[in-house]
């Protein structure tokens, strides 16, 4: 199905769950900003999955491949778009699994739409097709010394390696990151960058954002601020840059001003920006941005209503036409 004839079906449909995808490198953070959206949201009425499940091989079997999961070939895309399509639309499908603690493909599983849908992996955004199945579209970029240190952190505590094997497995992955994961950052609505000094984001008028002019000049916080910069392909968009040292209170002023823009959806989540226990006022704001998008996609009224009747939404997606300029 081409992409712009997947995007008409989607407009046409007059219930269908709201779709937002997060892309990026291996170990940049996708899972946990993906945790702390799943947690806000609530597991009756939002659902997410993780692309890197359509490996083609196991961790055994790569071993003596001239290619990494990064590779297209490493993965079965085409499986990927028709089941994406297909949950875009409202659609369950029977997903594989890959176990990334023992590095196997394992039984499949039944995935029921939900009113909204997180898609997160290494490569969500790499055809157009994929792209039109999403509302939103996310790309993290956290500085490389920093995802490497992440990822030597994770593979070896989490994933069974050592610090050489991870090592000598990001240089054999490079060529291939730089060739298939990070072009999807042009197609990213969102991209964000965490770094030691706190997050950037960076918002393109691809979507209408919250108005963080008003809402700083209102508010008046130290450590969080808006400048007017160019993407790589030179489109103005907005860069927004939330300093590490933020205090908490200026993060809740912010936050609020966030939330009561959507029109006061019932309490403001206190699960978001969770990181090994204590909270994250970047992540937890950056996390804050994409709920905002997907309840402003999904509607306040329906959200109250989903979240009145909890035991309704797994099997009644909501949603709405993507408000999005093409």
């Known amino acids: 199905m081409p992409d712009k004839l997947m995007r008409i079906r989607r407009a046409d449909e007059a219930v269908r769950p709201i779709m937002i995808a997060i892309a990026g490198d291996s170990a940049a953070g996708k899972t946990t900003l993906t945790r702390g959206l799943v947690a806000a949201l609530g597991s009756e009425r939002s659902i997410s999955l993780c692309v890197d499940d359509y490996h083609r091989y196991d961790r055994a079997e790569r071993r003596s491949l001239p290619f990494t999961p990064l590779h297209p070939s490493c993965n079965y895309v085409q499986i990927m778009e028709q089941h994406l399509r297909l949950l875009a639309l409202g659609r369950p499908i029977l997903k594989p699994v890959y176990d990334h603690g023992h590095g196997e493909l394992i ?42 240190q992440w990822k030597i ?43 030691r000094t706190g ?24 450590g969080v601020t808006l400048a007017l910069t160019r993407d790589p392909d030179g489109i103005p ?37 969770l990181l090994d226990g204590t909270r994250d006022e970047p992540l937890r704001l950056v996390q804050l941005i994409l709920l905002y998008h997907l309840l402003s996609l999904m509607g306040v009224d329906e959200w109250e209503c989903v979240r009145a009747r909890p035991e309704d939404a797994a099997g009644a997606p909501a949603g709405r036409p993507r408000d999005r300029q093409e």
């Not at 739409?113 to 898609?119: E, F, G, K, R, S």
């Not at 691809?206 to 002019?213: G, Y």
């Not at 993060?251 to 978001?272: E, F, H, N, R, T």
Request: hydrophobic share 40%; proline share 10%; net charge negative.
């Open 199 to 222: 997050a950037s984001v960076l918002l393109r008028p691809t979507i209408r954002h919250p108005d963080f002019a008003r809402i700083l000049s209102e508010t008046g916080v130290d």
């Open 237 to 273: 968009a907005d860069a927004l840059h939330i300093s590490r040292a933020l205090p908490t209170s200026s993060g809740d002023a912010v936050a609020a001003a966030i939330w009561d823009d959507l029109g006061k959806p019932g309490p403001l989540p206190d699960s978001l920006g």
């Open 107 to 148: 039984r499949p599983e039944l995935v029921e739409p939900h009113p909204l849908v997180i898609v997160e992996g290494l490569l969500p955004l790499h055809t157009k097709l994929l792209r039109a199945c999403f509302d939103v579209t996310v790309y993290l970029s956290p500085p490389e010394e920093v995802r490497r």
């Open 153 to 195: 952190a994770r593979d070896t505590l989490k994933r069974g390696y050592t610090h050489d094997q991870v090592i000598s497995e990001l240089e054999r992955r490079e060529p291939e990151a730089d060739r298939y994961v990070r072009p999807q950052r042009r197609n990213a609505d969102i991209v964000v960058e965490f770094a």
